[in-house]
């Protein structure tokens, strides 16, 4: 009876070891997953939350047109016309927030890229948005917008997309408060003059929501189709210092 007992209770210790051994081991693949799911989140520049589909749930896409010449931030500027001027553009009052200062900030300095197709045409996003009275200088690469009344935290230096996010706090800024310093209007189913259905991709996926909320996140790569056909995304290699 002893041995039977001293048996039983080896045969309960090695139970609860293994149950114990494997608990760890499910916490520790636990975390792991997290770790990664969140590190590739950030290699990505895709910011949590954010409703995506893949861009097969569009259909058939049509190839981008070919890239413009390089522009005098390393970026091809399309050769199109602008989607709309900047007269509209805020002058220097607080717009969502985002104030306009005599020099740039650079506590949190990240950049996104935004290409607009209206019908299946580029248009450009043009330089001096966020930038009243602004003063161009000519570059090798055409020109760059250098100096200005003030800068405001969400502006564009050339026609290339790019746009700067230079702010002296770290927050979240979103494509709706660069159409409201351009003076534009933004939705579901209109980007500035142009109307009809707006589809937004972000990061090479299809964005599910109001195209204002989409987060300008660094090296964010984002694209507004208004109307049809649809235009495949062509992504912008961002260069140092950008």
């Known amino acids: 009876m002893r041995a039977e007992q001293a048996r039983r209770r080896r045969r309960r210790i090695r139970i609860a070891s293994s149950a114990a051994a494997a608990m760890v081991i499910a916490v520790a693949t636990g975390i792991t997953?997290?770790?990664?799911?969140?590190?590739?989140?950030?290699?990505?520049?895709?910011?949590?939350?954010?409703?995506?589909?893949?861009?097969?749930?569009l259909g058939t896409l049509q190839p981008a047109p070919a890239a413009g010449a390089t522009g005098s931030e390393g970026v091809p500027v399309p050769v199109a016309a602008p989607l709309a001027g900047t007269a509209t553009a805020a002058t220097g009052r607080p717009v969502d927030q985002i104030s306009c200062?005599?020099?740039?900030?650079?506590l949190f300095h990240i950049h996104a890229h935004l290409a607009i197709f209206?019908?299946?045409?580029?248009?450009?996003?043009?330089?001096?948005i966020g930038v009243p009275g602004a003063q161009a200088q000519q570059t090798p690469n055409g020109p760059f917008i250098a100096t200005g009344t003030c800068f405001y935290w969400l502006h564009t230096h050339a026609a290339d997309g790019i746009i700067h996010i230079e702010s002296p706090v770290q927050r979240i800024y979103t494509l709706g408060d660069f159409f409201?310093?351009?003076?534009?209007?933004?939705?579901?189913?209109?980007?500035?003059?142009?109307?009809?259905?707006?589809?937004?991709?972000?990061?090479?996926?299809?964005?599910?929501?109001?195209?204002?909320?989409?987060?300008?996140?660094?090296?964010?790569?984002?694209?507004?189709?208004?109307?049809?056909?649809?235009?495949a995304p062509q992504p912008v290699t961002f260069p140092a210092g950008l």
């Open 33 to 57: 997953l997290a770790v990664t799911s969140g590190s590739s989140g950030a290699a990505g520049g895709t910011a949590p939350g954010l409703s995506l589909a893949p861009l097969s749930t």
């Open 101 to 106: 200062q005599t020099g740039e900030q650079t």
């Open 118 to 128: 209206v019908n299946g045409r580029a248009r450009q996003v043009p330089a001096a």
């Open 180 to 231: 409201d310093e351009w003076g534009q209007p933004l939705g579901p189913a209109r980007v500035g003059p142009a109307t009809g259905r707006v589809v937004a991709l972000y990061n090479g996926k299809v964005y599910r929501g109001n195209p204002r909320d989409i987060p300008l996140t660094a090296h964010a790569q984002i694209q507004l189709d208004v109307g049809a056909p649809l235009i």
